[in-house]
Structures are given as structure tokens and as C-alpha cells.
């Protein structure tokens, strides 16, 4: 995953690039977008094949942003792309072709199954979900319904019978507080730069920073000072924290942004490329592309850049 895979080999950076998806070579999107349009024919569906998505008869719109992200990361490169292309389409279509899980469960399978899920804006319909909380700036809580093939985004148009907002929302946080660590890695270097990442296959994993003080305390045995924690979310089943505590907040906040933005760049379930302060539970952006777009910026300002002013003068922290 992001940080620790590593790269199929395939068609090198020198062969003319894919406009939608720049991760592929122009042949390589070809390939991919010919095997997406062969696994629908299978299941007798002749669909309409565009950059990002394609188009059934009945006007049904399926997204291929994340099905080309999980080819151009399996290490198994193209060979494996037929298979993984047509489990995703069998997948997707049951799911759409069968019934709806908010007719066939009960209300209280329904909130033994619910999560809180961060996504950005662009992956939600503003109009169909108003009840979304924000949480940073381009980043949402929803509501998801999770089931055995797929995990399904709550509108508010579904929420509405399963009564009020604010319990089912401390119901999907308890249920999201109730899953398991499934792997820990620390990214350190000979200098002393550290950062922890919480990573699983989970499609709520970058979303337990809804939850970050008790994930801290879970990993470290610690609990999360007054200072708060740089976070960052590449991806769904990524979350990376650096608790602040003295200097050691600077360098990990620069090897912090370089890992969400590689982790967000050609990833399935990408999030965001910044790295945040998670002070109280509020998100404050720390980094952003620089004005060409083509590199990284640290923004500080305000409360933070005090804070760093005053653990520079506090002086390191213990070795």
C-alpha cells in the first residue's frame, strides 16, 4: 500500500501518457479500458467506454477511477488485469442488480453495520448528502452501510427512516471504534524524523481519525498531549499520525506531506494529499501544491506557527 509497495514493472515514464489516469502509458490505458468494456460484454451489457467511466443502455454510470488505481498497483502488473477487471464488474453488478440492503435488513442490522467514513468532496453529491459534516477543508463525514462486497454511502434520502442523525452518527463511531488494529508500521530515518501509520485493508482505516486520540493511545500506550498530532489520510486504508510533543514535529511534517501526496496520487480510495493538526478533533491544513503544481508547500500560520515558535524555544525533546 502507498508508502510500502512496490512498482509493477510496465511501460516506462519516456511512453506518452494517459490523460485521465497519468499512472498508465496511452497503450497500457488502451489495454485496461478494452478489458472493462470485455468484462461487461460477458455479462451481456454493451457499454459506452470514456476516459473515467462508462455508460450501460439504461443510462447507469460506472466510475473506473479506482478499478485503474488497483491495476496500477497490483505488483503483478497487467497479466493479473483480465481478473481483477472482471471481479470488479461481477462485484459491482450483483451489488446493483440485486436487491437493496436497506430493504432486506432490519433497522438495527442496519446500525450494527454503519461506520463514519471520511471522503473528499468530489467523490459525494453535495445535493443528495446535506447532512455531510466537514471535517477539514475538501474533506467529509458521511454515513456508510457496510456489507460483504461492497460499502454503500448513505444519502440523506436513506438516512431519513432510520431516525435521528446525531444517534446514528455515535452509533457508526462506536461500531468504527470496535474494529481492529490490523497492521502498524513506523517510518523513521537515521535522523530522527518518525511518524506512525495505521494500515489495513479496511475501508474505514483513514477514517479513524475521527477517533485519533484513542488510536494513539492504542498504538503508543500514550495518550495525545495538548499540542494535538499531524495527520495525514492518503487513502482509505492509510491513516499516518506524528503525536507533537517537541521539535521532532519538523521534520516529520515535511517527510509527512511528501508520503500523502506519493500515497494519494494512484491509489483506490484517495483522500487527500495534505498533511492536517489534529488538535480537539479539528483538522487545520499544513501543506499544499505549490502555485505551478508541481511540488509541495508547508502553509503555517496563526495558532501553529506560535506553537512551533514555542517548542523550538522549549528545545528538543528527549533522545
Given amino acids: ?57 439504461a443510462d447507469r454510470h460506472f466510475g473506473l477511477g479506482n478499478l485503474a488505481a488497483v491495476c496500477h498497483n497490483d505488483d503483478r502488473g497487467p497479466r493479473v488485469w483480465p481478473e481483477l477487471v472482471r471481479t470488479h464488474v461481477e462485484r459491482v453488478l450483483r451489488t446493483m442488480d440485486g436487491p ?27 445535493a443528495a448528502f446535506c447532512y455531510a459534516r466537514s471535517v477539514a477543508p475538501g474533506l467529509y463525514e458521511i454515513l456508510a452501510l457496510d456489507l460483504p462486497e461492497s460499502v454503500m454511502m448513505l444519502t440523506d434520502e436513506a438516512l431519513e427512516p432510520l431516525g435521528d442523525l446525531q444517534h446514528l452518527r455515535d452509533r457508526a463511531l462506536s461500531n468504527l471504534r470496535g474494529l481492529p488494529v490490523e497492521g502498524h508500521e513506523t517510518v523513521k530515518d537515521a535522523d530522527g524524523m518518525r511518524f506512525e501509520v495505521l494500515l489495513g485493508d479496511s475501508f474505514y482505516t483513514a477514517s479513524r481519525v475521527l477517533d485519533l486520540d484513542a488510536v494513539v493511545r492504542r498504538i503508543t500506550g500514550r495518550p495525545l498531549g495538548e499540542h494535538g498530532a499531524l495527520v495525514a ?22 517527510a509527512m506531506a511528501s508520503f500523502a501526496a506519493a500515497g494519494f496520487a494512484d491509489t483506490p480510495g484517495a483522500i487527500s494529499p495534505y498533511v492536517f493538526w489534529w488538535r480537539d478533533g479539528t483538522l487545520t491544513q499544513l501543506s499544499d501544491h505549490d502555485e505551478d503544481g508541481d511540488g509541495l508547500r508547508i502553509v503555517v500560520g496563526g495558532d501553529f506557527e506560535d506553537l512551533l515558535a514555542r517548542l523550538v524555544a522549549e528545545g528538543p525533546g528527549p533522545e
Fill in 1 to 57: 500500500m502507498g508508502w510500502f509497495r512496490r512498482r509493477p514493472k510496465r511501460d516506462g515514464e519516456e511512453a506518452p501518457r494517459d490523460a485521465e489516469f497519468g499512472y498508465f502509458s496511452e497503450r497500457e490505458a488502451a489495454l485496461f479500458r478494452s478489458q472493462v468494456r470485455e468484462a461487461f460484454a460477458e455479462h451481456g451489457l454493451e457499454v459506452t467506454v470514456y476516459a473515467d467511466m462508462v455508460t450501460d443502455d
Fill in 100 to 126: 437493496s440492503a436497506l430493504d432486506t435488513l432490519s433497522p438495527e442490522q442496519i446500525r450494527a453495520q454503519l461506520y463514519p467514513r471520511v471522503v473528499g468532496a468530489e467523490g459525494i453529491d453535495p
Fill in 233 to 254: 489520510m492518503p487513502f482509505r486504508h492509510q491513516l499516518a499520525f506524528h503525536p507533537i510533543r517537541d521539535t521532532g514535529i519538523i521534520p516529520a511534517l515535511g
